[in-house]
């Protein structure tokens, strides 16, 4: 290639520099006074519309989810379901007594109670069972049953019997 060829050459690429560096690098830009240039604003992104509209209006939704309700559990020693009270020895039917309430806590499921009670010599406490009452009862959500355990003992001692009760167990289980 020639000297003039390539002074040809480099005016044509000076022209083209130019020619970019004012129109912008892609050409859709414009030249302002004080040599600033002006590019068009940024495309909307899709969905959008360049223009508001009167009828668009935020409204906020609003919905309630309630937590789950957590499974009921239950614990299957009801002896803190169960109170005894009026611990007694009937002298004329030869027996001891202890009145037993069995109360329900659950509102939605029934239960079975295998209730033990026992009369336990108390002077000297020496851990000798007197008697033993067995006996299963069905207690529905929220209510309560009461009976009388009893246990039939001939006190062949003269003197002075001492004694206490307990609810030794209260199985529970569900129906």
């Not at 690098?25 to 992104?45: D, E, N, S, T, W």
């Not at 609003?62 to 239950?74: G, I, K, L, M, N």
């Not at 209510?143 to 355990?149: K, L, S």
């Not at 001939?154 to 206490?164: A, D, L, V």
Request: aromatic share 10%; glycine share 8%.
């Amino acid at each position: 290639m020639t000297a003039q060829g390539r002074r040809i050459g480099r005016a044509a690429i000076a022209a083209g520099m130019v020619a970019a560096t004012g129109l912008g690098v892609a050409g859709c830009g414009a030249l302002l006074p004080g040599g600033h240039r002006r590019l068009p604003p940024p495309p909307m992104p899709s969905g959008y519309s360049s223009s508001p509209s009167p009828y668009d209006s935020y409204s906020p939704s609003y919905s309630y989810s309630p937590s789950p309700t957590p499974e009921e559990t239950y614990d299957p020693d009801g002896r803190t379901d169960a109170r005894g009270n009026n611990c007694r020895y009937d002298t004329s039917a030869r027996r001891l007594e202890y009145s037993v309430s069995v109360t329900n806590p659950s509102l939605t499921k029934t239960f079975k109670y295998e209730m033990a009670v026992n009369w336990m010599r108390d002077r000297p406490a020496d851990g000798t069972a007197l008697g033993l009452h067995q006996r299963s009862i069905i207690v529905r959500p929220g209510q309560t049953e009461t009976y009388t355990a009893t246990y039939y003992y001939t006190n062949t001692s003269t003197q002075q019997m001492w004694y206490t009760c307990e609810i030794r167990r209260a199985r529970k289980s569900e129906l």
